[in-house]
């Protein structure tokens, strides 16, 4: 989309490649103030235990693992030969020579071998995908271009970050530098698109809020910094922006257990790039012991099943959305659900599916539908040679099918169960619409009229850990005095 940002924003945003990479060199890498408790490692997309079972079912040649393992492998991307091609600068968008696919190509070959490697112990992998984050931590100095440059920090920072993530501990891998390239070049751009200074904050589609969502939990999760974890968390829950689940799932039905996307009117193949970058934050959150999955009764499982129906080729009901179009904020209705791209494919399903269906024993019949289509899920270079091709790192039936648990599991530090949402049903049309709420009572909740002796209760409600709902706490009570 061609999009607008005030001048302000552009000059946090994008700016020169000097004043990007002298932005980036006032920040340090990890903030021991801001670091908290230690996370899990690896716990971006990938725990140790998710990668032991790809391993040994593979091993065992177990069904899907073996057909998921074969689409890896057959990927040009993820062979050990793969050289890598650093650059100082990457631009994306604007009027000066894009490069970007340079960067996104050499990304998804450190994460396609560097799971290679963590499947089949070949240590050629392995090497190759440390030279790759080595060489581009070791020449990278900014990144720049138009608007877009929002999409550039954000998609590639959190896929970045999840192949370095694997890499950790790996002899020769040089992490420090490479948390340092992220938080210098990366996390200052997806940090100032969130809090971007405008009018018009819903502007910008959802994705554009998620991606940069999605880098700075993976970043702060690399760098063990639980404020920048927080800082995804918090917007997930209370963002002004399309981003935040009140905001990204505007309608809801419960009565055919489905929810409408906020790009449903825009077209498909976005809804399905939101659903898979929403999975994304979801799926960290649960491997570091918080469950966004579960937010307002598990509103995000009814949106995977409204957009796996629609493309599909099954109705579903649709609400005006109000779109605020450019930067004097004009409202554009989309009366109903585009078309554009319907039956796109993308590797998005399998996660979202495996989570809600097989951790939860949650109704999922449509995205059962989805997964059973289009099974087994590629990733980068498998879905076309643009960027959209490689928005999502993939290989979802080789890294998230999962057995049926007996009973629903709980991430490490779980919040409170949600109760189980409604099925599907069989048809859309008597649905009724009900506005998007956040579990807070709304887009910026009302937590500053809480009592400090109600935070636990809170904070379980939310998802959140106890130090960001203090945060959240304080934060609240501020604006509450503040507006007296």
């Not at 005006?320 to 796109?344: D, F, L, M, Y």
Request: proline share 5%.
């Amino acid at each position: 989309m061609k999009a607008e940002i005030n001048r302000r924003s552009m000059l946090k945003i994008a700016g020169t490649a000097a004043g990007a990479a002298a932005i980036g060199a006032a920040v340090p890498a990890t903030s021991a103030s801001a670091a908290g408790t230690a996370f899990a490692h690896p716990g971006l997309l990938h725990t140790r235990a998710d990668l032991d079972r790809m391993a040994a079912k593979v091993k065992a040649g177990a069904a899907p693992y073996t057909a998921g393992f074969a689409k890896l492998t057959a990927n040009r991307h993820s062979q050990s030969t793969w050289l890598p091609n650093p650059q100082a600068t990457v631009i994306r968008g604007g009027d000066g020579a894009q490069n970007y696919g340079i960067l996104y190509r050499d990304i998804h070959a450190a994460y396609q071998n560097a799971l290679r490697w963590k499947i089949t112990g070949d240590t050629a992998h392995a090497d190759t995908a440390r030279d790759i984050c080595n060489a581009w931590s070791g020449t990278l100095q900014s990144i720049g271009g138009g608007s877009e440059v929002v999409l550039l920090a954000g998609i590639y920072g959190y896929q970045f970050a999840n192949a370095g993530e694997i890499m950790r501990g790996y002899p020769g891998f040089d992490l420090a530098r490479f948390q340092d390239m992220l938080v210098k070049y990366f996390y200052p751009t997806n940090h100032d698109f969130l809090n971007r200074d405008t009018k018009c904050i819903n502007h910008y589609w959802a994705n554009w809020d998620l991606c940069s969502m999605a880098s700075i939990m993976a970043i702060g999760i690399l760098c063990d910094d639980r404020a920048k974890f927080n800082e995804t968390v918090d917007y997930f829950h209370n963002g002004a922006g399309n981003g935040s689940l009140a905001n990204a799932i505007p309608y809801v039905y419960d009565d055919v257990g489905l929810a409408q996307w906020q790009e449903s009117g825009r077209d498909q193949a976005h809804s399905l790039m939101g659903i898979g970058l929403m999975g994304t934050i979801c799926e960290m959150a649960w491997n570091q012991g918080v469950d966004l999955y579960a937010a307002d009764d598990s509103k995000f499982r009814k949106a995977c099943e409204y957009v796996a129906r629609y493309n599909l080729g099954h109705d579903v009901p649709y609400t005006t959305n109000i779109w605020k179009n450019g930067a004097h904020c004009v409202e554009t209705k989309q009366t109903v659900i585009s078309e554009g791209g319907r039956g796109h494919e993308r590797p998005v399903w399998e996660q979202v599916y495996h989570h809600y269906a097989n951790r939860r024993g949650m109704a999922m019949p449509n995205t059962a539908d989805m997964v059973a289509r289009i099974r087994p899920e590629g990733g980068g270079g498998d879905y076309g040679p643009n960027s959209g091709g490689y928005d999502q790192l993939g290989f979802g039936t080789l890294a998230f099918t999962r057995d049926r648990s007996t009973k629903p599991e709980a991430p490490a530090s779980p919040p409170a169960s949600p109760s189980p949402a409604s099925g599907s049903g069989s048809g859309a049309a008597p649905a009724t619409p009900s506005p998007s709420s956040s579990p807070q009572g709304g887009r910026d909740g009302d937590l500053a009229a809480t009592g400090s002796s109600d935070l636990p209760a809170w904070t379980a409600a939310t998802g959140l850990t106890a130090v960001a709902g203090g945060l959240l706490l304080l934060r609240r009570r501020a604006r509450a005095n503040r507006d007296a």
